[in-house]
């Protein structure tokens, strides 16, 4: 299959746009339009619950690592992301849970800074999307609350039934193979992967929900 | 080439929503020097907006600044979406705020195809979306447009919507344009089923075939025809109707299926039922419904109901029976033998003395015997224990059976055998965690202290007030958990509250959204929130009730708005919804009541009356914003003419004008930058007393301080004329006062402080008034007749103990004046002094009060065995017993009243006072007494008042004897 050149420079640009703003922001000058230039500044993007979601945050977000996996692959999954985090975090809210520990908070921290580059670099980022040193502190104990709150929530998703499990090993037989895993630890693996989609789907069906049940405006570009 | 336009959609995606960080970059840090914010291209002008902005001119561009007014006018909700643009200025830059209004709809219009009624659809949109819905949730509303009509039998309805504005307020019309399409028609219709009951049946479902289809309309009808089978008594009956979806252009085809089932029968064997207790016992007719959860309901009601009785081994099974097409549910009543109680002790009891558990336990020897009686009584004395300390006790009930002769008639012996465990005593109560509050704001008022019985629920409820405590002081995010820790012993328990604070969360800005004509500023004054204070529970609610009860608002609503992610700042809205500034009320009724009328012999008798009235008034609310206002309040009462004193052809029976008021009024709240509130009014106004009418007109300032929800302090200053007329007495008769004076000047001081604790104006069962009034007359500053007058109350409610709400009442009531003296030259009838036989001129000497001023009492709020104002010594009364008032009042009441039943209630009272002549005349021996009793009625209105009063000591006057009884009838309390 020959490489059509056409998509590899948009793929090209796709990475630098994506991935590269702290090279960008590094390297780029820093010199302002000229006068008579306006510059867009800030913008919402989303507006959910009566919380503002703007573009410094997806941006934010992106940089630091706020986001993960797939969320993290566009700006637009990231502000998916981040609607669903504010969804959740608006219903956490309603139930109170209990604070964090701080020891689980430092922790997770720790793990977030490390992805999120060196001390300056941080500190650049927030301060750039105004934000405060404290965000990040902030956002680490949102995520703990909110993850206390599914596992109160949605722990018990019920044991699925042996035949289920069977079937599921079954359809899974190669992948499980391949792993290793036969036999009873087929069984188990399979009872642990049953569980897990379970627990995925109800809070996929939550998070609808919950969408049904919140205004969540999104802005599309104006000109 | 699919992999590049996947690239390159992604890539121009990523390009639009990257903010240009480095141009942003070469902003940030410089001096803002210019601010615009601009909606559909025209500047904001609105202080209350501009005020938002966080990035003011000759500040350093911050992007937290910039964020923080994008929420700010979010927040606001006025502002959907918000750009910022900044441009260089020189050294500077400039700021351009680009916001887009937030379009509501307030009026919907359907287009199209009409056959659903556009009320019946506005209707639901209104009950799903609100009455002023974002146009932004108009893609839902046509959605919901469709759905209704696809339900209708539009399957493949469509609905677009468009929008026009109205205003300049961001106020849309919604247009929905419907193309409903066609709409489903019957096709093919087969039934099957009983003939008896599918007789007609397609054409009382509506199913005729070529007519539409409307499948809400169907189920409807279904389910009525199925009602009608049930009304029959045929409780299994289904009836089905089965739409097959329309071919294209073809008709519905709909398969209707009627199950009968068997008709239900109920019948009762055995023992007997109570006949009107059948159907309440067993709800199968009730529900027409044969379901066996139904059928069980009714055998457990019946043994409940017989158990409740005594017959503590009743069963009632019930069988189904099904023949000749009958249901035949049999229910076979045993009562078996009546229980009944024969001793009743308990055992085990050393800590508490044995007669104070002695009224928990209400079982009385030969009264039914009833399971559910004997747990409540053990509970009860479970319950009495732990509150007392002893968390473990338990109260096992043992029942026994002695037998006795009749075997019908079975004793039961019940000892509560209770083991009380040790008592716990709190021996100390600590609070760990806690840093930002003190452990003696804390812990004050708590109801579990050392020294204390430990009790449970107490605990928890010291634990809520701890947390709430915190709540108050911003900490939205505190938990409090209790951990005892018993000693080994465990009469002894050391209470730690384990706080978590969380986060304290602090107002940033008070945002007020809604107000048109209401100053922000008037707003931010009457809350109790402040920028920059803790996001306090109870300041909340405290504002929002103040800002309720200033009358300016419909709706009031205050909210925190998210703060980004931060917990220690929120943003404040109080969204309004202002009142129409101008209202006016109006009102009329009937007062009955009993007055004092002269008699053809020119005597007083008290003549039941009735008296038409009504009022008008109109207010003007909110001038300039500031929650001022302006009225006028007219008021008029009729009555029945007095042939003896009214003169005119009025006065020959009908009714004559009796009184009238008119009042204008200007209120300044919170005037003079103090909390008090100021009130100016003019007034016009006619009035009648016993033995004599009056007409005032006059001016008065008036200010009221409230300085605790209990405490008012009122200062007032009026000028009025009165003019006395209609006496009832000769002019012989008639005070030196009110000869010199039937027109009078008044010039007054008035103060007062009032401290009313009671839990209900109108129907207060608990707490007190204690007032204090004091009128000062001067000469000095106009008043032709000088005098000062004091007047005291004091009123008490106290609930009696019990579970019924008996009510005690009392009050006394004590007032003293004294005129200063006035010395008025005599003159003749040609206005010239009268010369004494010393040739100098004569003077009278004034000592008395004006007759508008002076007490009266009697009547249905003092003292009901007399009419109003009919009450008097010698001294203030005639010899025909027209009063004539005094310097002196007591007035003493005491009531009893029992608790409301079915919103009656009676009341036995005792009343005693009197009027004297002078303040120093007061003799408790001349108190005149009245008892009697009434009746109170909780109408929508108020409770509503009927008493009759006796004296208790009956008088003789000149023409006759007083009348014994006298009644009331009137709305409240009558103290």
């Known amino acids: ?223 | 080439m699919r992999l590049a336009c996947v690239a390159w959609t992604l890539a121009l995606v990523a390009l639009g929503a990257r903010p240009a960080a480095a141009d942003i970059g070469a902003l940030l840090g410089r001096r803002v020097t210019d601010v615009r914010v601009e909606a559909r291209g025209l500047a904001v002008t609105d202080r209350g907006v501009l005020t938002l902005v966080e990035t003011a001119r000759g500040d350093l561009l911050t992007m937290n600044g910039v964020r923080q007014t994008i929420e700010h006018f979010v927040t606001l909700g006025r502002y959907a979406d918000v750009r910022v643009f900044g441009e260089p200025d020189g050294e500077g830059v400039r700021l351009r705020y680009e916001v887009v209004p937030v379009e509501r709809v307030t009026r919907l219009e359907f287009q199209g195809h009409p056959d659903l009624d556009a009320r019946a659809l506005r209707a639901d949109l209104i009950d799903r979306f609100g009455a002023t819905p974002q146009a932004s949730r108009l893609p839902e509303m046509a959605q919901a447009v469709v759905t209704r009509y696809q339900a209708r039998g539009y399957p493949a309805a469509q609905v677009e919507t468009r929008t026009t504005p109205e205003g300049r307020d961001g106020t849309v019309m919604a247009t929905f344009l419907i193309a409903p399409g066609r709409q489903t028609v019957v096709g093919r219709v087969t039934v099957d089923g009983p003939a008896d009951a599918t007789r007609g049946l397609p054409e009382r479902l509506g199913l005729v075939p070529g007519r539409p289809l409307d499948a809400d309309t169907l189920a409807t009808r279904v389910d009525e025809a199925e009602d009608a089978l049930k009304g029959d008594g045929y409780y299994e009956a289904i009836v089905n109707a089965q739409v097959t979806a329309a071919p294209e252009g073809g008709g519905a085809d709909v398969a209707v299926r009627v199950n009968l089932g068997d008709k239900v029968a109920i019948v009762f064997e055995g023992d007997a039922l109570p006949g009107d207790r059948r159907r309440n016992l067993v709800p199968i007719d009730r529900l027409r419904s044969v379901e066996e959860e139904v059928v069980e309901d009714g055998s457990r009601n019946i043994e409940q109901y017989l158990r409740l009785e005594g017959y503590r081994a009743a069963t009632a099974p019930a069988a189904r029976t099904r023949a000749n097409g009958v249901l035949r549910i049999t229910f076979d009543v045993d009562r078996g033998p009546l229980h009944v109680l024969g001793r009743v002790e308990a055992a085990g009891v050393a800590a508490l003395p044995r007669q104070e558990l002695e009224p928990l336990l209400k079982l009385q020897p030969g009264e039914p015997y009833v399971d559910a009686r004997i747990a409540a009584v053990g509970g009860a004395l479970v319950e009495y224990y732990r509150v007392r300390g002893f968390a473990a006790v338990s109260v096992l009930p043992q029942v026994t059976f002695p037998g006795g002769p009749d075997p019908a008639r079975v004793p039961v012996d019940v000892r509560f055998q209770i083991t009380e465990g040790p008592r716990t005593v709190v021996t100390g109560v600590r609070i760990d965690g806690a840093t930002a509050l003190p452990e003696a704001q804390l812990t004050a008022d708590l109801g579990l202290t050392t020294g204390k019985p430990f009790y449970q629920p107490q605990q928890a409820i010291d634990r809520d007030t701890i947390e709430r405590r915190y709540r108050n002081a911003g900490y939205q995010r505190a938990a409090v958990d209790a951990r005892p820790v018993l000693n080994a012993e465990r009469t002894g328990v050391t209470v730690t509250y384990v706080v978590r604070e969380g986060p304290q969360t602090r107002v940033d800005h008070i945002l007020v959204a809604g107000t048109a004509r209401t100053s922000p500023d008037l707003v931010r004054r009457e809350i109790t929130l402040r920028p920059g204070g803790p996001l306090g529970y109870d300041a909340i609610i405290e504002s929002q009730q103040r800002l309720s009860a200033l009358g300016l608002f419909r709706r009031v609503r205050i909210t925190e708005a998210p703060h980004g992610i931060d917990d220690t700042a929120r943003d404040v809205l109080i969204e309004l919804e202002e009142a129409p500034s101008t209202s006016a009320s109006y009102g009329g009724g009937l007062e009955v009541g009993q007055r004092t009328r002269r008699t053809d012999a020119d005597t007083a008798t008290d003549r039941l009356e009735i008296a038409p009235r009504g009022f008008f008034e109109i207010t003007r609310r909110n001038l300039w914003g500031k929650n001022r206002s302006v009225s006028l309040l007219t008021s008029v009462s009729l009555r029945p003419t007095d042939p003896g004193v009214d003169e005119g052809p009025e006065a020959e029976g009908g009714y004559g004008l009796n009184q009238y008021r008119v009042v204008g009024t200007f209120r300044e709240p919170r005037a003079f930058d103090t909390p008090g509130d100021a009130q100016f009014s003019a007034f016009l106004e006619r009035g009648i007393r016993s033995s004599f009418d009056f007409d005032r007109r006059g001016v008065r300032a008036e200010y009221a301080r409230r300085f605790t929800n209990r405490l008012v302090v009122l200062g007032r200053y009026s000028y009025d004329f009165t003019e006395i007329f209609g006496r009832d007495i000769a002019v012989e008769n008639q005070l030196l006062v009110d000869r010199l004076f039937p027109q009078v000047r008044l010039s007054t001081m008035f103060a007062s402080v009032i401290r009313d604790s009671r839990d209900d104006i109108l129907d207060p069962v608990r707490g007190t008034v204690l007032g204090g009034d004091l009128d000062v007359a001067l000469p000095a500053l106009g008043s032709e007749v000088g005098f000062t007058k004091g007047f005291v109350q004091s009123f008490v409610y106290k609930r009696l103990p019990g579970s019924r709400p008996w009510v005690v009442a009392a009050g006394a009531r004590l007032g003293v004046a004294r005129g200063f003296e006035k010395r008025v030259p005599r003159l003749d009838a040609a206005g010239q002094p009268v010369l004494g036989a010393d040739g100098a001129p004569l003077v009278d000497v004034v000592t008395d009060l004006p007759a508008s001023e002076r007490f009266f009492t009697g009547g249905d709020s003092t003292v009901r065995g007399f009419a109003l104002d009919r009450l008097g010594s010698q001294s203030t009364l005639n010899a025909d017993g027209f009063p004539t008032g005094g310097n002196a009042l007591v007035v003493l009441n005491a009531e009893l009243r029992t608790p409301p039943l079915k919103g009656v209630g009676l009341v036995g009272f005792l009343d005693a006072g009197n009027v004297f002549l002078r303040a120093g005349d007061v003799a408790l021996s001349e108190l005149r007494t009245a008892a009697g009793f009434g009746i109170r009625y909780r109408s929508p209105l108020g409770p509503l008042r009927f008493d009759i009063g006796f004296k208790l000591d009956r008088r003789d006057f000149s023409r006759g004897t007083e009348r014994r009884a006298v009644y009331h009838l009137s709305l409240g309390q009558a103290f």
């Not at chain 1, 948009?10 to 090279?23: D, F, H, I, K």
């Not at chain 1, 000058?29 to 500044?41: F, Y």
């Not at chain 1, 934010?60 to 969320?71: D, I």
């Open chain 1, 1 to 223: 299959m020959t490489p059509n050149p056409l998509g590899l420079v948009g793929l090209v640009l796709l990475v630098l746009l994506v991935a590269g703003p702290a090279g960008q922001a590094q390297t780029a000058a820093r010199a302002a339009a000229p006068p008579g230039t306006e510059t867009l500044i800030e913008r919402t993007l989303a507006i959910v619950g009566g919380a503002v979601v703007t573009q410094s945050d997806v941006s934010l977000a992106l940089a630091l690592g706020l986001v993960e996996g797939p969320a993290a692959a566009t700006p637009e999954s990231a502000l998916a992301a981040l609607i669903d985090r504010w969804l959740m975090l608006n219903e956490v809210a309603r139930f109170a849970p209990a604070e964090p520990a701080a020891a689980a908070v430092e922790s997770r921290l720790a793990v977030l800074r490390a992805r999120a580059g060196d001390a300056e670099t941080i500190t650049r980022r927030l301060s750039e999307a105004g934000r405060a040193a404290s965000y990040l502190t902030a956002w680490v104990r949102d995520d703990l609350r909110i993850a206390a709150y599914l596992e109160q929530r949605f722990a018990s998703t019920g044991t699925p039934s042996e035949p289920d499990v069977a079937a599921y090993a079954q359809r899974q037989a190669a992948e499980f193979e391949a792993a290793g895993l036969t036999g009873d630890a087929a069984l188990t693996a399979a009872r642990v992967r049953l569980v897990q989609e379970r627990r995925r789907d109800l809070i996929t069906d939550w998070l609808a929900d919950l969408r049904r049940r919140t205004s969540v405006v999104t802005f599309a570009p104006r000109p």
